[in-house]
């Protein structure tokens, strides 16, 4: 009989009928461990600040705080959630590019430290301030980077075609003119890559140049105490045999990629949108980071070198998929198992996409599996399609891979499905009630950190 986290799934459907997404409470701590021993060992003025969005509640932030990680938070809720976990507002970062009056009083008041957004975001922050007598502890979120294709156009934002950050040409007449703003305390900079970033060339890129404005920053006020360098950090939703045979299979263009233009092949062959493997998975980014080499100034120095010749700032990191991604885990119910697009394999299950919004934004080739019963001679590889009214619903748009030809009411179980894939999309379309999370302890309570919709929950 299958486990799942320490429990027969038999168990967890029985009594929580499907669809069904659990999260592991321990996996979400060693995960956070992961970066700050990465910290520890490598730069000690190293912190994570979980990326609050990725997945959300209380008792979740509270196991952040006693891993002695902040957060960044992005919104009212996500601030409030954080607060009533008990996370000290100063190991709080605010983002977010539409950040409410209400909320920078908040953050000014609890001396949380915001990350401007934009000029206009900083005027506001200087105004408030003033009005509140306070004074902000301010980092300067930059983008303009080119940087060229490093992930899905929907979640790279620090691009020159972003909401997000103040173009990089803006700040050097803003660093000259920093007298505008005595209710501010600029502390640094902050970027955001973007989501899912494989490579550490684009990190070394942004870090190289946020040291140099550092340097500027320290002509200007004595000191640069603080550098962001935002999330992204990857994971690995297939090994390295898998990335290259996906990658092959759909060069070869014979229906093993749905590909509604996503993700996939350009016509010169090279490969569009974002990566599903890195030789770097979640913390150990942060070490290459950390191992690597930046140019300043025109000169190449060890990452930890030019560091230290910024008198060794704070560095923080927001990671949130790589906290929390495969922590989480889906069950839902097969409807049938038909063709579409000619000759292909085709399983309906009973959950929409908007459950599972990874696969309409990004695509991911997330990891499926049977639950019960034996294996059949050959894998049965197919697409996966929900069960919403409109032709975007697809949960898999790589043909994966499944144990046996499965059959009705048969579970199907994804794997990495703890960040982001539930919940960001989640709605009542079609009058479906939302699915519901559990948060699995180590000893095996459950905290619900949503419940599955009743009825009246559609007109609430
Ligand atoms: C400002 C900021 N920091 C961190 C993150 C977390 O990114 P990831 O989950 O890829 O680590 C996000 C994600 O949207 C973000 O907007």
Redesign the pocket.
């Known amino acids: 009989m299958t486990e799942l986290l320490g429990r027969p799934a038999a168990d967890w459907i029985a009594e929580q009928g499907l669809p069904l997404h659990l999260t592991s409470l321990p996996r979400i701590r060693e995960n956070v461990r992961a970066f700050t021993r990465v910290f520890r060992d490598l730069y000690p003025r190293g912190a994570v600040r979980y ?1 609050v ?2 997945c959300a509640h209380p008792v979740l932030l509270a196991a952040i705080r006693a891993e002695g990680a902040g957060a ?1 938070v ?1 919104s009212p809720f996500e601030a409030r959630m954080a607060l009533q976990a008990g996370l000290d507002p100063r190991t709080l970062d605010l ?1 977010g590019n539409c950040k409410e009056d209400e909320l920078i009083r908040e953050a000014l008041a609890s001396r949380m430290l915001i990350v401007a957004d934009s000029a206009e975001e900083l005027a506001l922050v200087e105004a408030t301030a003033r009005a509140m007598g306070r004074r902000a502890r301010v980092l300067l979120r930059l983008s303009g980077f080119h940087l060229g294709g490093v992930t899905g156009e929907a979640i790279f ?1 620090a691009g020159p075609w972003s909401k997000f950050g103040i173009p990089l040409a803006e700040i050097p007449p803003l660093l000259e003119n920093l007298g505008a703003y005595p209710s501010v305390r600029f502390l640094g900079f902050h970027t ?1 890559i973007g ?2 970033i494989t490579r550490v060339e684009p990190y070394l890129a942004v870090l190289g140049r946020m040291v140099e404005l550092g340097r500027v920053l320290r002509d200007r006020t004595g000191a640069c105490p603080v550098l962001n360098l ?4 990857p994971v690995n939703y297939l090994e390295e045999p898998a990335w290259d045979e996906l990658r092959r299979r759909t060069a070869a263009r014979d229906g093993f990629s749905w590909n509604l233009g996503l993700a996939g092949l350009d016509a010169d062959g090279v490969w569009q949108g974002e990566a599903y493997h890195s030789p770097w998975p979640k913390e150990q980014m942060v070490e290459a980071i950390l191992r690597g080499t930046v140019t300043v100034d025109g000169e190449a120095l060890p990452v930890l070198r030019a560091l230290e010749s910024l008198d060794t700032p704070e560095l923080l990191v ?5 906290i929390a991604e495969d922590a989480g885990l889906t069950l839902c119910r097969v409807a049938h198992v038909r063709r579409a697009g000619g000759a292909h394999n085709l399983v309906t299950v009973e959950m929409g996409v908007l459950s599972h919004a990874d696969a309409m934004l990004e695509g991911l080739p997330n990891r499926w599996d049977i639950l019960e019963g034996p294996d059949d001679p050959e894998p049965f590889e197919t697409f996966v399609a929900g069960n919403l009214c409109f032709s975007g619903d697809l949960l898999a748009r790589f043909q994966t891979r499944l144990r046996r030809r499965p059959r009705r009411g048969d579970t199907l179980l994804i794997r990495d499905t703890g ?1 982001y894939t539930a919940h960001f999309m989640a709605s009542n379309a079609n009058a479906y009630p939302r699915p519901p999370r559990l948060l699995v302890h180590g000893d095996g309570d459950v905290t619900v950190m949503k419940r599955r919709d009743r009825y009246e929950d559609l007109f609430a």
């Open positions: 990326a969005k990725a960044d992005a983002n934002t955001h989501s899912q935002g999330g992204g950090f927001e990671p949130g998929r790589a960040a």
